[in-house]
């Protein structure tokens, strides 16, 4: 119950920044894909870090405890001469890259 309440609140906190056409979808168990519509990897740094930010800060409470929650993002910029498949393994490696790196941080593939 706690994990459900953290997975709907981390969503609530991510779309109070995200713009109207950014796109926020759960991708797999604890995993959240973002589209970033015409936006550079410099963006998507910057909103992730944002959203990261953000998260950490926020007050999850659940029945009366405090949950302290952080996370971690992977950040890939599509581009026309890569395919969708390529693009999703670089961000997914991105992702553990941060992960590996001490989470609560952001990183992008170059």
Known sequence: ??????????????????RPDDILARYGGEEFAIILP??????????????????????FIFEGETI???????????????????????ADNRLYAAKRGGRNRIDASS
């Open 1 to 18: 119950l706690a994990g459900d309440y953290v997975l709907k609140e981390v969503c609530n906190v991510a779309r109070s920044r995200l």
């Open 68 to 90: 302290k929650v952080t996370v971690s993002l992977g950040a890939a910029e599509l581009t026309e001469t890569c395919d969708v498949t390529s693009f999703i393994k670089r």
């Open 38 to 59: 015409e936006t550079t990897t410099q963006g998507a740094l910057r909103i992730g870090e944002e959203l990261r930010a953000l998260i950490e800060e926020h007050e």
